[in-house]
């Protein structure tokens, strides 16, 4: 049983916005800005997306955009494109060097 | 270009042991603590563990699933972090990766692209 809890799939069409939320407690997301996000696509390694709440590394486009409310933290995905369309995964440090996933949320582009 | 590769996967029996290399390329591997993760088939990411730089003392942490079971080491001469697993179980059967710990150590920038470990008898 994952601790973060993500809705297990959303879709929209080419060109919308999709919002994936990623809920915790305030012993992970509501207390610590170490929440990343990680995209997989089918037979792939996972990809960093997301870092430190709200930072994207280098060469992911700004349509991957985070906030954070409390114990939730989104991943909005803006002008949803053909290769948006993978597993995406949120993680949040929960403290004593202990980490937990969300079980992932499947994106597809209808 | 940073890469990293997993080896030494495979299936093998319960109770037995398995190690698995990851070869890492790109970058001054004594720098950066390095992660294993696992993928059980059709399910979510698990952190397994983390080893730590050698300025940090080179000293690991583990998720309770397999504290005292698998131990994590590096060679920094030879560019390898090793993840050693002993009394594995069928609910250890996963595809593992490997991952470089960015400086903060809350994130993973690389990633291999994983060794199938399959437990069964």
């Known amino acids: 049983q994952s601790a973060l809890t993500q809705p297990r799939s959303v879709s929209g069409s080419p060109g919308q916005s999709v919002t994936i939320s990623c809920t915790g407690t305030?012993?992970?997301?509501?207390?610590?800005?170490?929440v990343s996000w990680y995209q997989q696509h089918p037979g792939k390694a996972p990809k960093l997306i997301i870092y430190?709440?709200?930072e994207r590394p280098s060469g992911v486009p700004d349509r991957f955009s985070v906030s954070k409310s409390g114990n939730t933290a989104s991943l909005t995905i803006s002008g949803l494109q053909a290769e948006d369309e993978a597993h995406y995964y949120c993680?949040?440090?929960?403290?004593?060097?202990?980490?937990?996933f969300g079980a992932g949320t499947k994106v597809t582009v209808l | 270009e940073v890469q990293l590769v997993e080896s030494g996967g495979g299936l093998v029996n319960p109770g037995r042991s398995l190690r698995l290399s990851c070869t890492a390329s790109?970058?001054?591997?004594?720098?950066?603590?390095m992660t294993w993760f696992r993928q059980a088939p059709g399910k979510g990411l698990e952190w397994v563990g983390f080893?730590?730089?050698?300025?940090?003392?080179?000293?690991?942490e583990y998720a309770a699933s397999v504290k005292g079971r698998f131990t994590i080491s590096r060679d920094d001469s030879k560019s390898i972090a090793y993840l050693q697993m002993n009394s594995l179980k069928t609910e250890d059967t996963a595809i593992y990766y490997c991952?470089?710990?960015?400086?903060?150590?809350?994130?993973?920038?690389?990633w291999g692209q994983g060794s199938l470990v399959t437990v069964s008898s």
């Open positions: 790109g970058f001054i591997f004594g720098d950066y603590a």
């Open positions: 993680c949040s440090f929960a403290g004593g060097y202990t980490f937990v």
């Open positions: 430190d709440v709200s």
């Open positions: 991952t470089r710990a960015a400086s903060a150590w809350t994130y993973w920038d690389y």
């Open positions: 080893i730590r730089t050698k300025a940090y003392g080179g000293t690991t």
């Open positions: 305030s012993s992970d997301v509501g207390t610590y800005n170490y």
